[in-house]
């Protein structure tokens, strides 16, 4: 598999530089600016960020700072068309990655068929014993998916990850069209851009149709966080006060009656659906880890039970090993019968031999990452790392190569951020969140777009110096 030579697709200007077509209404806004104004709104959105507290704290950080979040005020355009297309890939694949999780846990018929080696399977901490034979309310296990995509030229997304089990991110989403909105209120009268502000409302339907029989006409949803300390808990906070939930933590739970319920002021109350922000391996002290104090002893003996609806579901987080995602086109057509419509990013799994020799061979111009890895942690970048690093990530290949795959240094898009300079391209990915009920599969137009702030850099994480922007999706 040859190693795709980059080149970079700027998403505003074309190659003699003329403004692409998506960003015409808004460079011409643009340029009708005074740049001191510009310079000025671009500070008030830096206070208006730290006001709301739009914080996230960084694993690994000594000072255990929270951090502000970059946000820059030049938006992501994407074209009514575009994102027609982009749609119908993401629901395609969201389709064929819940009967993936439903299969895995029941018949395992894509093994059968050897369209999936059983390694990936034995003794893959991902995948839950407890899980097997057990199908969760309304068949859905992944109710809130994150697509990580990114873009190489016209019309051209590809699928770099995918967030089956707790992707987050929609709150800096909403924040970002809500800065926007409060800056240039006048630049959205000009420019029809969809609506993404409608998403907790849609997200507190789709969980409350998720509900298991026993719930009411009215299912109680909350939200469960493992505390003030976790990264995204300005997250966890913001959906549950944007939804009308409540926000609990394992220690305001317990059961009673075989059902899970929360403290109130009015005593404990039932709760029908729990959007768990915990991992799975502490969400239940009674059958993962005996230590936990984030979840709540026995949810899994009441969930099995039919009791309560967990979002996502336990073991859904088999989806996001990186050598499963290796084979996403073959699982994408084996569940729907069609050809995958979003390609994935050519990836080598390190397990096998050859794919292992030639990313040794080549580590100084991969990126080389963990299969459980997420956040930009535990991954080599082989073009940016020193001959020291990538002897140092030889070694860890060569002792255990099945936990790595490879893929290509790949020419993501750039896409202006605003500068004391002026305009200047930035490399982006973008991560559309999808929810997933038994009435349909609902996809926000539009996404998280994270942008590497550093000139040159591919590595957009926020916990690793990157920021965030709108992204714009437009009418027709």
């Known amino acids: ?27 011409q806004w643009y340029d009708e600016q005074d740049p001191a104004w510009l310079r000025r ?35 992501r355009i994407i074209t009514a068309a575009e994102w027609r297309q ?20 029941h018949r395992q018929e894509i093994v059968r068929a050897g369209k999936l080696p059983q390694r990936l399977l034995d003794g893959n901490s991902a995948f839950l014993r407890e899980m097997v034979g057990f199908t969760p309310p309304g068949g859905v296990y992944t109710h809130i998916v994150g697509i990580d995509l990114i873009r190489t ?13 707790t992707p987050s991110g929609v709150s800096y989403m909403l924040e970002n069209r809500e800065t926007m909105m409060a800056m240039f209120p006048e630049l959205f009268t000009r420019v029809q851009v969809r609506p993404v502000s409608d998403y907790p409302r849609r997200l507190a339907r789709s969980l409350a149709a998720c509900a298991p029989d ?44 075989g059902r899970i319920a929360m403290r109130t002021t009015c005593g404990y109350q039932p709760i029908d659906v729990l959007y768990r922000r915990v991992d799975d391996e502490y969400l239940d002290p009674l059958t993962f880890n005996p230590h936990s104090v984030l979840g709540v002893s026995g949810i899994m003996d009441i969930y099995r039970a039919g009791g309560i609806t967990i979002a996502n579901a336990p073991g859904t987080g088999i989806a996001d090993d990186k050598a499963i995602y290796s084979f996403m086109p073959e ?3 084996f569940y729907t019968g069609e050809k995958p419509i979003l390609q994935n990013v050519p990836t080598w799994r390190c397990a096998e031999p050859d794919s292992l020799a030639y990313v040794l061979d080549n ?20 073009p940016t790392s020193s001959k020291a690093e990538i002897a140092a990530f030889a070694r ?72 965030t922007k709108d992204s714009w999706v437009l009418e027709d």
Do not use: C, W
């Not at 982009?86 to 846990?105: C, K, M, P, T, W």
């Not at 299969?371 to 535990?378: F, L, P």
């Not at 605003?418 to 996404?447: C, M, N, Q, W, Y």
């Open 1 to 27: 598999m040859p190693s795709p030579k980059p080149v970079n697709y700027d998403e505003m200007l074309d190659e003699s530089g003329a403004i692409r077509p998506a960003y015409t209404a808004f460079r």
């Open 41 to 75: 709104q671009d500070a008030e959105a830096e206070t208006f960020f730290r006001r709301t507290g739009i914080t996230f704290n960084v694993y690994g950080d000594d000072a255990g700072e929270e951090r502000l979040i970059p946000f820059d005020m030049i938006p």
């Open 86 to 105: 982009l749609s119908r890939g993401i629901e395609q694949r969201v389709r064929a990655l819940n009967a993936f999780l439903h299969d895995l846990y």
């Open 153 to 165: 030229g016209p019309g051209e997304f590809m699928v770099l990850e995918d967030n089956a089990r």
């Open 214 to 257: 026993i719930a009411g006409d009215r299912p109680t949803v909350a939200v469960l966080t493992p505390g003030i300390y976790n990264s995204a808990y300005f997250e966890h906070a913001f959906l549950a006060d944007q939804m009308g939930a409540e926000l609990v933590e394992g220690s305001d739970l317990r059961v009673i009656d």
């Open 331 to 333: 699982i994408v057509e």
């Open 363 to 382: 580590l100084a111009e991969l990126v080389v990452k963990e299969v459980h890895g997420s956040g930009g942690y535990g991954m080599l970048i082989g």
């Open 396 to 467: 860890k290949l060569r002792a255990r190569p099945e936990n790595f795959i490879a893929q290509p240094t790949l020419a993501l898009s750039t896409v202006p951020i605003f500068t004391k300079a002026g305009l200047a391209p930035r490399h982006v990915d973008l991560r559309p969140f999808v929810l997933v009920s038994p009435e349909g599969i609902d996809i926000t137009p539009g996404g998280l777009t994270r942008v590497a702030l550093k000139k040159g850099s591919l590595v957009v994480n926020s916990s690793q110096g990157g920021g």
